[in-house]
């Protein structure tokens, strides 16, 4: 079973809006959650991460809100740019921390 | 960038032969990963290995080995490579698993079994 999903493959979203990426977990023993970033024919890169203490994480054009009650997380880039087209990946693990689960992501587009 | 290095990045082998795939990483961190990149699984951890000579299984192990005699060196062995094995082979690594501690991939190997 898919302990981490992303039910939307693909997202197209015009240049300078907002582009929200979707992610919900089963596990309520994970505590520590991430968004990677791939382009094709590389390897995953790590974008952002949010603890279960927190609710909201932000880093420049790209925040992580996390509802603990509802076990879903979201990405959100604002301004969205062409150069964030990629597939994002969000990941999540537990207490120990030996691995982490990933959805199968979702292709974002944006369009110039 | 994080110091890690895939070999071979690209390898076509037969059904039954046996396939190693190498990860190298020069950053001295402690976990390293193997994963499985398919269309619609997302990423699949296969192995994990969490010091030298320490390793364990992930969700899809089963037609896979690794070995870890090396901090820097981590390798995955296909024993008998079969078409459902053709796939993006990505490593990860890792210097805790504390909270707040990513993981850095490396570029990925694509194995094509025919």
């Known amino acids: 079973d898919q302990q981490v999903k992303q039910n939307s493959p693909s997202l197209s979203v015009q240049e300078g809006r907002i582009s929200i990426l979707n992610c919900d977990y089963t596990?309520?023993?994970?505590?520590?959650f991430l968004w990677y970033k791939k382009y094709p024919a590389e390897g995953p890169t790590f974008l952002i991460s949010?603890?279960?203490?927190?609710d909201k994480n932000e880093d420049g054009r790209f925040t992580v809100f996390l509802n603990k009650s509802a076990k879903h997380l979201s990405l959100h880039i604002v301004p969205s740019q062409p150069g964030d087209s990629a597939v994002y990946f969000c990941a999540a693990s537990g207490p120990t921390g030996n691995q982490f689960y990933f959805g199968t992501g979702t292709s974002l587009t944006v369009i110039p | 960038d994080a110091g890690i290095t895939q070999s071979p990045r690209h390898k076509v082998t037969e059904t039954g032969t046996p396939v190693t795939l190498r990860c190298h990483q020069t950053e001295n961190h402690r976990y390293m990963y193997w994963y499985r990149q398919d269309p619609g699984h997302g990423l699949r951890l296969i192995h994990y290995?969490?010091?030298?000579?320490?390793?364990d299984k992930g969700e899809v192990s089963d037609g896979y080995s690794v070995s870890r005699s090396k901090t820097e060196d981590f390798l995955l062995t296909l024993e008998s490579a079969t078409s459902s094995q053709t796939s993006v082979y990505f490593c990860?690594?890792?210097?805790?698993?504390?909270?707040?501690?990513?993981?850095?991939f490396g570029q990925g190997t694509r194995l094509t079994v025919v």
């Open positions: 949010i603890s279960s203490i927190k």
């Open positions: 990860a690594i890792r210097a805790a698993v504390t909270v707040a501690s990513e993981a850095f």
């Open positions: 596990n309520s023993m994970f505590d520590y």
């Open positions: 290995s969490y010091g030298v000579k320490d390793t």
